[in-house]
């Protein structure tokens, strides 16, 4: 095995893990509930749903950003379009108001908008690596 191929995937998958984690970051962030203490303080199995399907649903680009990149740059770029376009989706849901409330709903423990959003979420991440794939 050629050294640098082996450099190259450990480039790689070290700034793509370096991505996801700065995306469970900013994740929390966006959301208007805390997920941290949701999830391991409360023991909340929407929030964990909710959650864990934004990380499947960043996953999904980056793997694109991954296969598709023709370097790099490119691939770190792409990397930070995918966060970009997955924490905007997660802004903008979790603050819709009144009946349809994310932010009410996760907080309050209710499993199904929790799936719902770890449906929602891995939906958009498989949008965002489809038109990725030029």
Known sequence: MEIGLFTGFISFFLTATVL???FL????IVTPYDDYKLIFEEN???????FGGAVIGVSIP???ALVHSVSY??????????IVIQLLFAFIVTRV????????KISNGDVSVGALMAFLSIAIGLLNAGSMSY
């Open 97 to 104: 108001d009144g009946k349809y409330s994310f932010k009410a």
């Open 73 to 82: 740059v490119d691939f770190a770029i792409w990397g930070v379009i995918a």
């Open 20 to 22: 996801v984690i700065v």
């Open 44 to 50: 909340s199995l929407a929030a964990s749903l909710g």
């Open 25 to 28: 970051y900013l994740y929390a």
């Open 62 to 64: 980056l793997y694109s």
